[in-house]
């Protein structure tokens, strides 16, 4: 069975870091890009950052820029993303996902096969 399970969130203050973590299992690792995802109240799922886990290459957004870093470890099939600098409108559930989709795509939620469960990030103020 596919599985991506997500960790590492929690409540945290303005300012403060938080690492999370997207462990996958039951498909190739290296075939697929995964994508972290944030979804606020009353908001759309959107995407923050990705990374091709076969070549290396990153995106990460405008809005999480400077503060967010994702990286992988293909011996652990995990991706990360490191959250430092947090801050109140950071609060939201994130969720990893995997996709075979071309590259281009790896900001769009549709082009996802495979979803993990959410995490919550809570950032207070």
């Known amino acids: 069975d596919v599985q991506l399970q997500a960790s590492g969130g929690g409540l945290v203050q303005a300012g403060g870091s938080l690492r999370l973590s997207c462990v996958v299992s039951?498909?190739?690792?290296?075939?697929?890009?995964i994508g972290w995802f944030r979804q606020a109240p009353g908001k759309e799922r959107k995407g923050i950052s990705c990374i091709d886990n076969s070549s290396g290459i990153t995106y990460i957004g405008d809005s999480v820029a400077g503060r967010f870093t994702i990286s992988r470890d293909n011996a652990k099939n995990t991706v990360y993303l490191q959250m430092n600098s947090l801050k109140p409108e950071d609060t939201a559930v994130y969720y990893c996902?995997?996709?075979?989709?071309?590259?281009?795509?790896?900001?769009?939620?549709?082009?996802?096969?495979?979803w993990g469960q959410g995490t919550q990030v809570t950032v207070s103020s």
């Open positions: 996902a995997a996709s075979k989709a071309p590259w281009r795509y790896c900001r769009i939620a549709s082009r996802y096969d495979y």
């Open positions: 039951g498909f190739t690792f290296d075939e697929h890009h």
